[in-house]
């Protein structure tokens, strides 16, 4: 757009967001707190066990399964704001929970309240983004999503460091709540204002959000586009697995999500950064222990200040590329440190560092946002609530078996070879990018829809 503005698009963003910042405040939980809740003044009572964490620490991402589908029903039928409101309400219950008693069943029912919302973290976030963005600033707007979830793994890993068990606890329920008071305020997404018939309303939430008046011809054009989608979307059938599968842009698509979706799940970024602190130590890494952890998620937000910049520039397809042959590199470096490290030849602490820092920060950069940013834009408003949903259900699926086995995986083969399983995983990530991924940048979904159609 040639006139109004953008700041009213990135506020409501930032504010929307600040839900994702509180499920990185609570996956950023574990690792300053598995050393406080295995040690002798654990709050339990006693120091929790082995496999008593791993169920703590993999019982999120199971639950957040549940909390896909959750999402899916509540933004297709009561709003996208109204799912954003209880992600945050199941959020603020979390730390409630943590705060009024310690034990680990109890930790374990936390853990799933964090759970739930985290399903609509990469479900339902990118849809309310992309929905409220104009085209030139829609992929900053989402990459962003992960901007905020790295705020919140570094800013838990920083007070965990720091500050007793209580105050990261009273912590994370304030976030909640300020999450809570601010998403009050924010607008519906025109989509959906559209979708339910509420013109006027849809109109005054485009001119406030594009800065114009509700005259304007630009805004009067984008209406008439979400009216003109809303109304081939219900002449169509009701939309099934099956209808999806029967369209060869939407399969073709679908199977495109798929395959970046299972080698992002299970590359192994998101077992180092929850196992922070246990990677770090089987590294032999011996600077500071603070900043050995803490440099994971500052890497982390540098890398997503790095896809916010270059997301629209660069393109959606070399960004997730690179990321994934950086990230083989680093999984590599990672693996003969191990390797020399469980052979009692431990090499020099810059060189598992750096393993690490590329690895996380290329996560961060690539690997974790496009697929999501692609997955916004792929398809039609008819049917993207419900593909994301099942994506995202896999996709959470996998990550809860990836938490699950890392701990007896990598006892089991040692977690030098574990890293050279995930560096492999990558690396069919890197073919997956350069010989499947369409570029979407730039393309309504007319376009891409063509560009599939063609597989």
């Not at 374990?108 to 409220?132: D, H, N, S, W």
């Not at 992960?146 to 800013?155: E, W």
């Not at 590329?358 to 690539?366: P, Q």
Request: proline share 4%; net charge neutral.
């Amino acid at each position: 757009m040639a006139k109004g503005h953008t700041y009213v698009q990135w506020i409501v963003a930032i504010v929307l967001e600040t839900t994702v910042m509180s499920y990185g405040l609570t996956a950023g939980w574990i690792s300053p707190m598995k050393l406080v809740l295995q040690s002798e003044e654990s709050p339990v009572g006693r120091p929790v066990t082995d496999m008593e964490m791993t169920w703590v620490a993999s019982i999120l991402p199971l639950a957040a399964v549940t909390g896909v589908l959750l999402f899916v029903y509540v933004a297709d039928r009561y709003g996208r704001k109204s799912g954003v409101l209880v992600m945050a309400i199941s959020q603020a219950c979390c730390w409630t929970i943590k705060l009024s008693t310690a034990n680990v069943p109890c930790l374990i029912i936390a853990r799933i309240f964090a759970g739930i919302p985290a399903g609509g973290c990469l479900q339902l976030m990118p849809i309310y983004v992309k929905e409220i963005s104009q085209d030139n600033i829609r992929g900053m707007l989402v990459s962003m999503i992960i901007l905020m979830q790295n705020i919140g793994v570094f800013t838990m890993y920083a007070i965990g460091a720091y500050c007793n068990y209580a105050s990261v606890l009273y912590f994370g329920l304030t976030i909640s709540l300020i999450s809570i008071a601010a998403l009050i305020k924010v607008p519906e997404s025109p989509s959906f204002l559209v979708k339910m018939e509420k013109y006027e309303e849809a109109e005054k939430t485009l001119a406030l959000l594009r800065g114009l008046d509700v005259n304007d011809k630009i805004i009067q054009d984008e209406l008439s586009y979400l009216k003109n989608n809303d109304t081939q979307a219900k002449d169509l059938p009701d939309v099934t697995i099956f209808t999806i599968f029967k369209n060869k842009s939407s399969r073709s698509g679908l199977f495109v999500i798929l395959m970046i979706i299972s080698v992002q799940a299970t590359n192994g970024s998101y077992g180092i950064f929850t196992y922070a602190s246990s990677v770090i130590s089987a590294a032999g890494v011996t600077l500071n222990p603070h900043l050995q952890t803490l440099s994971i998620p500052i890497v982390m937000i540098v890398g997503s200040f790095v896809s916010i910049s270059c997301v629209e520039r660069i393109g959606r397809k070399v960004i997730l590329a690179s990321a994934f042959a950086l990230s083989t590199l680093g999984l590599i470096g990672l693996g003969c440190a191990l390797t020399m490290q469980h052979l009692g030849q431990p090499l020099s602490n810059w060189i598992p560092a750096v393993s690490i820092v590329i690895t996380v920060g290329c996560y961060a950069a690539g690997i974790l946002p496009m697929p999501y940013v692609i997955m916004a834009e792929m398809f039609s408003f008819n049917i993207r609530a419900k593909v994301s949903g099942c994506i995202c259900c896999y996709a959470w699926f996998v990550t809860f078996l990836q938490l699950l086995v890392f701990i007896p995986i990598s006892s089991l083969v040692g977690m030098h070879n574990t890293m050279f399983c995930f560096s492999a995983i990558n690396l069919l990530g890197v073919l997956v990018a350069l010989v499947v991924v369409p570029e979407t940048k730039g393309k309504s979904v007319e376009q891409i829809e063509e560009m599939l159609e063609l597989r």
